[in-house]
């Protein structure tokens, strides 16, 4: 079984910052891609940031310049580092990772999500 643990969502006030982490644990294989999605509530949830195998980064428009995604391979944790958060930022953050594991003499691709983090920008 595979697991995705977030944590530090909170209050901020608007120009303010919050780094969210989200560590992968279990019978992992590979992971070959995380990311960030958010979801506010009456609204579809809608990708944020996201890090592939290969390095490359993805960033929703509204949020290029204000946010950093990263990892750490060695404790297979990613990272979603917000500055200068709006109000409009305001919502529910979850943790997202494709990751392969092994079934018994092959592997199997699957996809994981975090319980989600609550973020709420607010004066």
């Known amino acids: 079984q595979v697991q995705l643990v977030e944590s530090g969502g909170g209050l901020v006030q608007p120009g303010g910052s919050l780094r969210l982490s989200c560590a992968a644990s279990?019978?992992?294989?590979?992971?070959?891609?995380m990311g960030w999605y958010r979801q506010a509530p009456g609204k579809q949830r809608d990708l944020v940031a996201a890090?592939?195998?290969?390095?490359?980064?993805n960033y929703a428009d509204s949020v290029k310049g204000r946010f950093t995604i990263s990892r750490d391979n060695a404790k297979n944790t990613v990272y979603l580092q917000m500055n200068s958060l709006k109000p409009e930022d305001t919502a529910v953050y979850y943790c997202?990772?494709?990751?392969?594991?092994?079934?018994?003499?092959?592997?199997?691709?699957?996809?994981?999500w975090g319980q989600g983090t609550q973020v709420t920008v607010s004066s």
């Open positions: 997202h990772a494709d990751i392969t594991i092994v079934l018994l003499s092959t592997t199997v691709d699957a996809s994981y």
């Open positions: 279990g019978s992992i294989f590979s992971i070959n891609a």
């Open positions: 890090i592939t195998s290969g390095g490359s980064t």
